[in-house]
């Protein structure tokens, strides 16, 4: 009997040890993140990280406590325990050895731990390895391979403390009871102490720093936690009683009448749109020069012939998520992707939807997969009629990793914005460009760094496609719209969330635009939708979350979400809010300012789930 108590209490605490283990390795793998932490700091990662360590523990603990028990009722030969034993803890080795690996990969690019969204694209995998390299991989199969066999090793020795052994009736109950108490402890491990609270991300949050809470936070337990979250999350954040929230929000909606003259932009109210989502444009490369050239010269040419946006801010850090904002007015949320709910997704508002109820045509155009993330269900369901990607295209060169690259794309794109124009029928035509992302390999070579290259070869693409359509008779009646899906983390260690993180360029073009123009508003890549219809005349009702730029009734602001966070910036000062952790991790402006935000962040994220759940 002794031997089995033992055997659960070992292994209980060896494997505390080897999830601790993934804090020094963590930061060390992101060294440069952290390097001007104390020593007390780097110490405080590895003492709050062990609460959730214990519960991960507490977890991959069950199963050989309900061996233990089955042992002291059950004839089960010696052998055969330690058999069932090893082969369980080589496959539970194995599993968080690919979570810890593979949340060590993609930090860099998500800037949080890993969580359940991994599992959207899984579903999808020749699209995920698409942004992989083999210098991407290699490093992850090394710590796969010896956080497996570490594991592996020592859960082999604890194994080995197992003997079999009779007991009389009297010995069984005792040793019963005694192990069932040690699951009570595995329980109180696993809900993460008696607290009102059970286990959470929040418990290890200890620092104004976010990379050292999230060097705290077990990957293990991240992942799994969002997994099995009911709902994606559509019941998080509530902040307000529904009054309450009512009254927050009303000020801020986005579909109430303009109140004055909104100044017209356009020379017409019926302009053919073409929309271009450009991949991973944000202002820290399209402001970016190298050697005193521009990244993105072209852009940066168009700016003085248009209308340019210079407070734009991106409501996402994913495609996905930033394409509905763009295309629906719709917000993003921290933790799920209402595209992938698509009887939802189909619900929202879209500019397609409202355009093809004026008699537009409608298209999508993506060189890559347009399965991926569901994007083709939302976009069927919420009014594009056409959607063209790699499956319909035929070129003479390869794909590159994620689809045919910017340089062939883009002509064929232009070419079906000439053929929708001699149809004589107004249309609305989107492009998703592709090549500025990652692995960023473009056939281009203007720059050394392969993300500012890979942007500098699609500005010139989305240039010289925009100008051939110069001096035909679809330009005079042409408005081009050309905005970010999202930012990037250029330079490295821009942290998710941050401020230059999420500002992206917005800029209208075309022989439609009435005359070039710099507008200093803050506002959301959301309010998009809002803005292009009420110049355009169109009925906005139902795009409750996009608000018109121009309407001086309606409070202007860029607003943004990240993994369990929110920004908000205007003329007044901008605040981050961590909703993980209950606090502003960074702001400026005075108290009032600051207070508003967080106020109407929350109004704004209850809002938002409100709606999706009602949908």
Same mark, same amino acid.
């Given at each position: 009997?002794?031997?089995?108590?033992?055997?659960?209490?070992?292994?209980?605490?060896?494997?505390?040890?080897?999830?601790?283990?993934?804090?020094?390795?963590?930061?060390?793998?992101?060294?440069?993140?952290?390097?001007?932490?104390?020593?007390?700091?780097?110490?405080?990662?590895?003492?709050?990280?062990?609460?959730?360590?214990?519960?991960?523990?507490?977890?991959?603990?069950?199963?050989?406590?309900?061996?233990?028990?089955?042992?002291?009722?059950?004839?089960?030969?010696?052998?055969?325990?330690?058999?069932?034993?090893?082969?369980?803890?080589?496959?539970?080795?194995?599993?968080?050895?690919?979570?810890?690996?593979?949340?060590?990969?993609?930090?860099?690019?998500?800037?949080?731990?890993?969580?359940?969204?991994?599992?959207?694209?899984?579903?999808?995998?020749?699209?995920?390895?698409?942004?992989?390299?083999?210098?991407?991989?290699?490093?992850?199969?090394?710590?796969?391979?010896?956080?497996?066999?570490?594991?592996?090793?020592?859960?082999?020795?604890? #194994?080995?403390?197992?003997?079999?052994?009779? @007991?009389?009736?009297? $010995? =069984?109950?005792?040793?019963? +009871?005694? &192990? /069932?108490?040690?699951?009570?402890?595995?329980?109180?491990?696993?809900?993460?102490?008696?607290?009102?609270?059970?286990?959470?991300?929040?418990?290890?949050?200890?620092?104004?720093?976010?990379?050292?809470?999230?060097?705290?936070?077990?990957?293990?337990?991240?992942?799994?936690?969002?997994?099995?979250?009911?709902?994606?999350?559509?019941?998080?954040?509530?902040?307000?009683?529904?009054?309450?929230?009512?009254?927050?929000?009303?000020?801020?909606?986005?579909?109430? #009448?303009?109140?004055?003259?909104?100044?017209? @932009?356009?020379?017409? $109210? =019926?302009?053919?749109?073409? +929309?271009? &989502? /450009?991949?991973?444009?944000?202002?820290?490369?399209?402001?970016?020069?190298?050697?005193?050239?521009?990244?993105?010269?072209?852009?940066?040419?168009?700016?003085?012939?248009?209308?340019?946006?210079?407070?734009?801010?991106?409501?996402?850090?994913?495609?996905?998520?930033?394409?509905?904002?763009?295309?629906?007015?719709?917000?993003?949320?921290?933790?799920?992707?209402?595209?992938?709910?698509?009887?939802?997704?189909?619900?929202?508002?879209?500019?397609?939807?409202?355009?093809?109820?004026?008699?537009?045509?409608?298209?999508?155009?993506?060189?890559?997969?347009?399965?991926?993330?569901?994007?083709?269900?939302?976009?069927?369901?919420?009014?594009?009629?056409?959607?063209?990607?790699?499956?319909?295209?035929?070129?003479?060169?390869?794909?590159?990793?994620?689809?045919?690259?910017?340089?062939?794309?883009?002509?064929?794109?232009?070419?079906?914005?000439?053929?929708?124009?001699?149809?004589?029928?107004?249309?609305?035509?989107?492009?998703?460009?592709?090549?500025?992302?990652?692995?960023?390999?473009?056939?281009?070579?203007?720059?050394?760094?392969?993300?500012?290259?890979?942007?500098?070869?699609?500005?010139?693409?989305?240039?010289?496609?925009?100008?051939?359509?110069?001096?035909?008779?679809?330009?005079?009646?042409?408005?081009?719209?050309?905005?970010?899906?999202?930012?990037?983390?250029?330079?490295?260690?821009?942290?998710?969330?941050?401020?230059?993180?999420?500002?992206?360029?917005?800029?209208?073009?075309?022989?439609?635009?009435?005359?070039?123009?710099?507008?200093?508003?803050?506002?959301?890549?959301?309010?998009?939708?809002?803005?292009?219809?009420?110049?355009?005349?169109?009925?906005?009702?139902?795009?409750?979350?996009?608000?018109?730029?121009?309407?001086?009734?309606?409070?202007?602001?860029?607003?943004?979400?990240?993994?369990?966070?929110?920004?908000?910036?205007?003329?007044?000062?901008?605040?981050?809010?961590?909703?993980?952790?209950?606090?502003?991790?960074?702001?400026?402006?005075?108290?009032?300012?600051?207070?508003?935000?967080?106020?109407?962040?929350?109004?704004?994220?209850?809002?938002?789930?409100?709606?999706?759940?009602?949908?």
């Amino acid at each position: 009997m002794l031997r089995k108590i033992l055997f659960i209490a070992a292994l209980f605490t060896a494997t505390v040890l080897l999830m601790a283990l993934q804090k020094p390795l963590f930061l060390l793998w992101y060294a440069p993140l952290a390097a001007d932490a104390t020593a007390a700091e780097l110490l405080a990662v590895s003492w709050h990280g062990l609460l959730l360590d214990s519960t991960t523990a507490g977890y991959l603990c069950v199963v050989p406590l309900l061996v233990m028990i089955a042992t002291v009722w059950a004839p089960i030969p010696e052998r055969t325990v330690r058999r069932i034993l090893n082969a369980y803890f080589a496959l539970m080795s194995a599993a968080v050895a690919v979570i810890v690996a593979v949340d060590l990969g993609l930090y860099r690019y998500w800037g949080f731990r890993l969580d359940d969204t991994v599992l959207l694209y899984l579903r999808t995998p020749e699209e995920a390895a698409a942004s992989v390299t083999w210098h991407d991989v290699w490093p992850q199969i090394i710590v796969i391979a010896a956080y497996t066999a570490l594991m592996i090793f020592v859960y082999r020795r604890i #194994a080995a403390l197992y003997t079999a052994d009779t @007991l009389t009736l009297w $010995r =069984r109950i005792g040793a019963t +009871l005694v &192990l /069932l108490f040690g699951g009570g402890l595995l329980f109180l491990a696993i809900r993460g102490g008696t607290g009102t609270s059970p286990a959470n991300v929040s418990k290890v949050y200890f620092s104004d720093r976010m990379i050292l809470n999230h060097a705290a936070t077990n990957p293990v337990f991240s992942f799994l936690s969002s997994a099995v979250q009911s709902d994606d999350g559509l019941y998080d954040y509530e902040y307000y009683t529904e009054d309450e929230r009512a009254a927050l929000f009303e000020p801020l909606r986005g579909d109430a #009448a303009p109140a004055g003259e909104i100044p017209a @932009l356009l020379t017409t $109210r =019926r302009p053919n749109v073409v +929309l271009i &989502l /450009l991949e991973s444009f944000g202002r820290t490369i399209t402001d970016e020069t190298v050697d005193g050239e521009q990244v993105t010269p072209n852009l940066n040419r168009l700016k003085d012939e248009g209308i340019w946006f210079e407070n734009i801010y991106a409501n996402s850090f994913r495609t996905d998520r930033g394409q509905v904002a763009v295309m629906s007015g719709y917000p993003a949320q921290p933790v799920m992707s209402v595209m992938k709910l698509p009887h939802k997704a189909q619900t929202l508002p879209a500019i397609a939807r409202s355009l093809q109820a004026e008699g537009y045509a409608t298209s999508f155009t993506y060189g890559g997969d347009a399965d991926f993330t569901n994007t083709v269900s939302y976009l069927y369901g919420t009014g594009v009629e056409r959607i063209t990607d790699q499956r319909d295209m035929h070129f003479d060169v390869a794909p590159a990793q994620w689809g045919y690259a910017d340089d062939v794309v883009c002509p064929l794109f232009a070419r079906e914005v000439e053929q929708l124009a001699a149809d004589g029928k107004p249309f609305f035509a989107t492009l998703l460009t592709l090549s500025s992302h990652e692995p960023f390999d473009v056939p281009y070579h203007r720059l050394d760094n392969k993300i500012l290259n890979a942007a500098s070869f699609t500005d010139e693409c989305v240039a010289r496609m925009i100008d051939s359509w110069r001096g035909t008779p679809l330009w005079d009646n042409l408005l081009v719209i050309l905005v970010a899906d999202h930012g990037i983390g250029y330079p490295e260690g821009l942290e998710a969330g941050s401020v230059a993180r999420q500002r992206i360029p917005m800029l209208w073009v075309g022989g439609a635009v009435r005359e070039p123009a710099v507008v200093e508003t803050f506002a959301s890549q959301s309010d998009l939708a809002a803005t292009l219809l009420s110049q355009m005349g169109i009925c906005r009702d139902g795009f409750t979350f996009s608000r018109d730029i121009f309407d001086p009734a309606r409070p202007h602001f860029g607003f943004w979400t990240f993994n369990n966070g929110f920004g908000m910036i205007s003329e007044c000062g901008h605040v981050i809010y961590d909703c993980t952790g209950g606090r502003i991790v960074e702001s400026t402006g005075d108290d009032a300012c600051v207070d508003g935000f967080v106020r109407d962040g929350k109004a704004l994220l209850q809002t938002i789930h409100k709606d999706i759940r009602e949908r």
